[in-house]
């Protein structure tokens, strides 16, 4: 493509092309019926819409619109789940809002069931209502309030919409408080990027108190700056939909988890994280492992689950962080930084899942429960079962419990509670440790690309507490 100072206009048309016509096309491919070789021709558009987003000269990677830039390299959050759902299945017939299952009668279905499947809910074809149909589908990565996404969010989504019914949540009222919390995002934000900039990163580990400490404060920042970041422009967009009356506030369940439940590398990606990638890493892994005829339930199953999810993160982080790298940081450099950070991932959670495994069964030997043999089962059963869902929700997170023993009284139940009390404290100073360690190759690769001499639009902090800033 060009650059924009030969022929400005139409360079810059061109540039600016393949970013409004990525997702007109992604929301508008579930628009007509299904027809042989849909996949391939949403998979072959999407890709190479997506290649010359990435390479346009538009915006400039110079000065202040290299945020701009970035930002909208991160757009495969929303197009990596319409590929999935697009190419692996036939929405039109095994999708559904779990507010209008198939058999409702709100709207006439076109479509008839595959084999196998129950019937799907998309209305008519080729109509105004089929077309919103897919613009909602479209613009839910997390899939909220559709009968394929995740249990946890779906159950916050009903809760909000009970606490709607009694009146304890109301539009307005749900809109403020999305605005305060950007808000206050926004002031973190905006002193985490005037902390970057005086901060000084090491050029890579080194058993200095001095290095290391610089090291754990600058992934403590890039933590803040990612977790601000994202919840400030989820609450705005939370804020806008509901505020215009597009949606509720029951389809914004928060994006993010509780940090107490960060005390296995499982639960931090799985119940603290967000889980925008969540359902198609799910698809495309639950495609490999049956192609492969794999135990759906094994570990092996498992690990390519994991596996799957953290190589697609792996691909998209290159890709995205790649677009703001020309001219700031070696390609190759960014690849090894972002592949070693993510794929380090799945081997920890398998190390970790194996650890817990033997220390349920040889520490915490079960005792025999009191109840009818039908109720029995092996200890972490229940979590291995549940091991099939991948890295994007958690299954061990509750630790080594569920493992069928009777319920300790008196001076055994202090004790267990004092145990299980250090083993979670245990599990948070491992999970400290792994990220303080294998954090340092993402932090690396933004900060190769100089992310950090980026700044916030205007500096509340800067103004405030930065004299003659």
């Known amino acids: 493509m060009p650059p924009l100072s030969a022929n400005p206009p139409t360079a810059l048309a061109l540039g600016i092309l393949p970013h409004i016509l990525l997702p007109l096309v992604l929301a508008l491919a579930y628009f007509p019926p299904p027809f042989p070789g849909r996949a391939l021709l949403v998979l072959v558009l999407a890709a190479l819409l997506q290649w010359r987003c990435a390479v346009s000269p538009w915006p400039p990677n110079t000065g202040d619109t290299r945020a701009l830039r970035y930002g909208l390299a991160c757009t495969w959050l929303f197009v990596l789940p319409a590929v999935e759902r697009l190419v692996l299945h036939t929405p039109e017939r095994e999708f559904w809002r779990v507010d209008n299952p198939p058999g409702h009668p709100s709207d006439a279905r076109t479509v008839p069931a595959l084999e196998g499947k129950r019937s799907g809910s998309s209305p008519r074809e080729w109509s105004w209502a089929k077309m919103w149909w897919g613009v909602r589908l479209f613009v839910t990565p997390r899939a909220v309030g559709w009968n394929f996404g995740s249990r946890a969010i779906n159950a916050q989504r009903v809760g909000i919409l009970e606490t709607r019914r009694r009146g304890e949540v109301t539009r307005v009222g749900f809109v403020l408080g999305c605005l305060v919390r950007a808000f206050w995002c926004y002031l973190v934000w905006d002193g985490v990027m005037l902390a970057e900039r005086k901060l000084v990163i090491p050029e890579g580990w080194a058993w200095d108190r001095d290095v290391v400490g610089r090291i754990l404060f600058s992934e403590l920042l890039m933590v803040l700056v990612t977790y601000c970041g994202m919840t400030m422009q989820f609450n ?26 960060c005390y296995t590398i499982n639960n931090v990606w799985g119940n603290f994280w967000h889980q925008y990638i969540r359902q198609p890493c799910l698809g495309f892994s639950h495609y490999i492992v049956n192609v492969l005829r794999i135990p759906r339930r094994s570990s092996l199953a498992y690990l390519i689950h994991l596996t799957t999810a953290f190589a697609i993160s792996t691909f998209f982080h290159i890709l995205s962080v790649g677009a703001v790298a020309p001219g700031y940081y070696p390609l190759a450099n960014l690849i090894s930084d972002m592949s070693i950070f993510f794929m380090l991932q799945p081997i920890a959670t398998m190390v970790e899942v194996a650890v817990m495994k033997l220390f349920s069964r040889y520490v915490l030997a079960p005792q025999p429960v009191q109840a009818d043999s039908k109720t029995e089962r092996k200890p972490n059963e229940q979590q291995m079962a549940g091991l099939a869902d991948g890295h994007a929700e958690s299954v061990v997170s509750g630790g080594v419990e569920g493992t069928g023993e009777t319920t300790p009284t008196g001076k055994a139940a202090i004790l267990r509670s004092i145990g299980a009390a250090l083993c979670r404290l245990v599990g948070y100073v491992w999970v400290f440790s792994w990220f303080s360690f294998s954090g340092w190759w993402f932090v690396k690769g933004y900060a190769g690309v100089r992310m950090q001499d980026w700044q916030v639009p205007f500096s509340i902090v800067g103004k405030l507490v930065v004299p003659g800033y």
């Open 236 to 261: 705005l967009g939370a804020a806008i939909g509901v505020a215009t009356g597009l949606n509720g506030p029951e389809e914004w369940p928060p994006l993010f988890g509780s940090v107490v439940d």
